[in-house]
Structure formats: structure tokens, C-alpha cells
């Protein structure tokens, strides 16, 4: 089955990708992490994203583009407790508990989460 | 009824559960095996009164509802594969050889509390799909509308099919908690029960028959479980005091004035046996614990006498492995009763902040209190206690202690 595993991090996670003292560690125990998946051949795709004030969200109503900054989003009374999307991994695994056991090795888990969700199956050709 | 009729009834009794988690493991698809299985079901009550009752009526119905499965199956194209429908197909073909594999249900029941599903909805689950009780009888027994219990029972069982729970046994490092869990959701059903026995619809008591058959097929299935005989022992001892729980009048009898003569002898005489077992593994668990608890309070049918001391060191281990605002209540009055009234004040104090609502802390109190000869202070307590009890019957045992 396949399943996509969503990322979250915390301001201080995000934070830690530009910090010259914490960066290293940051993103050697990403790379470690996805290096370990690549090497068991269970990942299908996947990818870290830039950090949520670059982020556009775009609604249509009445016909009309209304678009938030991604700043705008985080700049809320718990901005810096709250989880924001930080990449998403798809994986190949036989069942939920082979995708719990990847999802809780990853970096995201311990400080942030991470959220398991099977991947719908393809659309049934008519 | 005939012939027919009573074979499909005893078959349903005992195999329901094994043919869902047969019908269920390649699929995952809890919902459509038990369609498929109450239409064979049908099946069967219109050809066995005409064929007769086949040798073997499990798997026939086996048979049954795997064709229906693979029929329906192929005909709901959405998220169908041909892979899926061809091993189906090998499955409907192959013979079902119960003695060669493990019974199914436990993987069911692993399946029903998996830490992924919520916890809430794990006791009903297990017991509509292993012992298929409906979802009215459930929802009756959980104090839930019968719609919005067969919502939940829908969602949990699209969970199961889409998030892809295995029907497997878990690893052996994780089994010792995915058992625990097993075991707290038999525990709820028979709990719900227990609550409720003597204050709702008597159809609810039937629940206490059901976890035991549960926690029995448990402790078969599992031999080397010491807790699956524990929480077997604890049950078997609290329905051994059923009887004794409400005098002629309806009115409650505190377990501390019950009388012995009235507890369900070969239930105890179980209880003992079960938990003696569990003991020989020499792995302690709250379940044993606390049945080692009950065992000695069913002592007093032969000595006449509660060993308090006893009952109180069992406490503090349970308090230790377990410490729930429940136990602690219990650590108290055990050490109140034991003679320690104050130590036992001293250990609600320490958990007073959490348990303003919690009518059995304040009915501990109260009883502590008036051991201590702090009168007032005990009639407000059985006051607010009387106030905070949902059961009737306990209320006015409440009351009926202010009264100088």
C-alpha cells in the first residue's frame, strides 16, 4: 500500500534550517532518514518544502482570486508552538503499522508530527 | 424452532467471528464480510431445512459468503483490482483447514484495538464483529443514540479497510501493549456492564456475559498471557458478587456488607483457579492485581473476616503499575479500613485537586472522615457524593449515612 507521510515542524524546526549552529544536525538527520528509506526501496516520491511564509493560498469566491501570504497564516497568538507543513515523503509499505514505524523514525515526529494517510487508489477507468 | 434454524443459530454463535476475520484478512473489508456473511446466513436458513444441515456448517457458510464476497466483489468496480479479486478467487477455492492455522479472531481482535483506532470505539467494534451483536444492542449498552453508534461503528470499519491495519498478530516487542489494549476494551464492555447492571434496561447486563466469552476465548487463544487470565479472574470474581450487589429492596449493599452466602460459589471457585495459573508465570499486571485484590476480599465467605492489611499492599503495588485516579481512591479506603484512617486522608489530599467531580473520591472521603470522628466534615462529603452519583440505588446509601 501506498501512503503518504505529511511532515509538520515547529518556528524553532524551520528556524534550525538557516541556523549555522543548528543546521548541521537538522539536516543530517533528515538526510540519515531518508537515506534509510531509500535504502529499504519503499519510497515512491517525495520532498521537503520551503518554509510557510513563502507559501500563497489561493481560494476562488464568486468568481473572484482572494490569496493569503503564508505569513499571514503563521503570525497567530500560538505561532510559535503551532505545527506548519514541512514536507511530505510517499512510501511503499505493506500496512499501517510498516508506515507508523517509518513515520516515527522521522526527524518531525519527536519535535513536531507526523500524520500517516493511505494514498487513494487509482481513479476506476469507466 | 427446526432443525435448520437451531444449526444456523449455534454455528453463528460460535463462528461469527472467525468467518469475519477469515472473510476480512485479504480485503480489510470488515463492513462487506459481514454483508457477505449475514447473506449466507440467509442462505442457509432457505437450503438447509430442504438439503439438510451440512456435516460441517462453518464452512459451508465459509463457502457461502466467499462467493457472495467475490460476486459482489466484482461487480462494485470502484477501487476494485484484478489482483485482488483473483486471490478471492484462490481463496474461495482453497479449503478452510481450521485446525492448521491460528484462530482468526484474535487477529480480529488485534485488528479491533489497534492503536490507530480510537479508543472509544474499540470495545464496541470488537464486540459487533467478533460476536456480531448489533449495532442497536451496542449502542444500547454504550448509552449512545443507535445512529450515531452505527456512524461510528461505519467510520471505524472504513478506517480499517482504507488505512490498511493488517490482520496480523503484532511483533513480539509490540505485543505485550497492543495486548493491554485488547484487554482494556473487553474490560470497557464488561465495565459498561457492571456500571449499569441494576440502573438501565436489564438487556444491558447480557454485556458481562459477552466479555467474559470474550476474555475465555482470550485466555485459549493465548495461553502465555498472564494478564488475559487476570482480567478472566477479575470478571468472573466480580459476577460472582452479582447477587449480592442489591438487597429485597433494590437497595445497595456495599461489597464490605454483602453477604458471602450470597456470592456465585463455581465463579469464585474459577476466579481462583484462573488466577493461580496467571501466578505461576510470575509476571505481574494490573489485571492480576486486581483480581488478587477481589480474591481476597472472596476470601471472607470462609474466614469471616477482611484481611485489610492484605488488600492494602496489594493497592500500593496496583498504584504503582497503574496509578489511576480510580486505584488511588481505592489505595485510600483500603488504607483507611485497614486501620490508617489518616494515612488514608493523607493519600486523597495528595490527589485532591483532580477529583472535585469524582464521586468516588468524595464517598472515600466521607467514609474516611467519620473514621476519624470528623463528623461534619463527613456529612458534606456524603453530601457532595450523593450529589455526583448517577445510580439511584447509590444515592440513597448516600443519603441514608447523613442521618445521625
Redesign the interface.
Known amino acids: 500500500m501506498q501512503y503518504m507521510l505529511v511532515f509538520n515542524e515547529t518556528k524553532s524546526d524551520f528556524a534550525a534550517r538557516d541556523d549555522a549552529e543548528k543546521a548541521p544536525r537538522y539536516w543530517g538527520a533528515w538526510t540519515a532518514y531518508i537515506g534509510a528509506m531509500a535504502q529499504a526501496g519503499i519510497v515512491i516520491g517525495g520532498n521537503g518544502l520551503q518554509p510557510p511564509h513563502t507559501g500563497t493560498t489561493l481560494r476562488i469566491r464568486d468568481g473572484a482570486r482572494h490569496l493569503t501570504d503564508g505569513a499571514a497564516v503563521q503570525d497567530g497568538p500560538y505561532a510559535d508552538s503551532k505545527e506548519q507543513l514541512a514536507g511530505y515523503m510517499i512510501i511503499d509499505v505493506p500496512d499501517l503499522d510498516a508506515a507508523l514505524e517509518w513515520a516515527a523514525r522521522s526527524p518531525a515526529a519527536a519535535t513536531g508530527s507526523a500524520e500517516i494517510r493511505p494514498v487513494l487508489p487509482p481513479m476506476p477507468t469507466p | 424452532m427446526d432443525l435448520a434454524h437451531r444449526a444456523a443459530e449455534r454455528t453463528a454463535r460460535e463462528s461469527y467471528g472467525r468467518l469475519v476475520a477469515l472473510l476480512a484478512a485479504r480485503t480489510r473489508d470488515v463492513a462487506a464480510a459481514e454483508d457477505a456473511l449475514a447473506e449466507a446466513f440467509r442462505a442457509a436458513l432457505q437450503a438447509w431445512p430442504a438439503t439438510g444441515v451440512p456435516d460441517r456448517p462453518e464452512a459451508w457458510l465459509l463457502t457461502a459468503a466467499r462467493r457472495i464476497l467475490g460476486h459482489n466483489h466484482r461487480h462494485a ?5 484484478a489482483a485482488t479479486t483473483l486471490a478471492l478467487l484462490h481463496d474461495e477455492a482453497a479449503q478452510p483447514d481450521a485446525a492448521a492455522t491460528p484462530d482468526p479472531r484474535l487477529n480480529l481482535m488485534f485488528v479491533c484495538a ?1 492503536p ?1 483506532i480510537d479508543a472509544a470505539i474499540q470495545a464496541p467494534l470488537m464486540l459487533q464483529t467478533v460476536l456480531g451483536l448489533d449495532a442497536a444492542r451496542v449502542a444500547a449498552c454504550f448509552l449512545l443514540p443507535p445512529a450515531a453508534m452505527g456512524q461510528r461503528l461505519v467510520r471505524a470499519k472504513a478506517k480499517i479497510r ?5 490482520f ?1 498478530l ?2 513480539p516487542r ?1 505485543l505485550p501493549a497492543r495486548l493491554d489494549a485488547v484487554l482494556a476494551a473487553v474490560y470497557a464492555a464488561y465495565g459498561t456492564a457492571w456500571d449499569d447492571a441494576f440502573t438501565v434496561a436489564p438487556t444491558r447486563a447480557d454485556l458481562a456475559e459477552e466479555a467474559i466469552w470474550l476474555a475465555r476465548l482470550l485466555t485459549a487463544l493465548l495461553p502465555d498471557a498472564p494478564e488475559a487470565k487476570g482480567l478472566l479472574a477479575l470478571m468472573l470474581h466480580c459476577e460472582a458478587r452479582r447477587p449480592a450487589r442489591r438487597d429485597a429492596t433494590g437497595a445497595f449493599v456495599p461489597l464490605t456488607r454483602q453477604n458471602p452466602a450470597l456470592w456465585t460459589r463455581p465463579f469464585i471457585l474459577e476466579a481462583e483457579a484462573v488466577l493461580t495459573e496467571a501466578a505461576r508465570a510470575n509476571r505481574p499486571g494490573r489485571f492480576q492485581i486486581e483480581a488478587a485484590i477481589h480474591s481476597v476480599h472472596a476470601q471472607r465467605a470462609i474466614t469471616g473476616a477482611t484481611n485489610w492489611p492484605a488488600i492494602t499492599a496489594l493497592y500500593a503495588l496496583l498504584a504503582r503499575l497503574s496509578p489511576t485516579l480510580g486505584v488511588r481512591v481505592a489505595q485510600a479506603a483500603a488504607t483507611a479500613e485497614a486501620g490508617n484512617a489518616a494515612a488514608g486522608l493523607a493519600l486523597l489530599d495528595a490527589i485532591a485537586p483532580a477529583c472535585l467531580a469524582y464521586q468516588p473520591w468524595w464517598a472515600c472521603r466521607a467514609h474516611t472522615m467519620r473514621l476519624l470522628g470528623r463528623s461534619d466534615d463527613a456529612q458534606d462529603a456524603f453530601r457532595r457524593a450523593a450529589l455526583l452519583s448517577p445510580d439511584p440505588a447509590i444515592r440513597t446509601h448516600l443519603l441514608a449515612q447523613l442521618a445521625p
Open positions: 468496480r470502484v477501487r476494485s483490482t489497534h490507530a482504507d488505512a490498511g491495519i493488517a496480523a503484532p511483533e509490540d
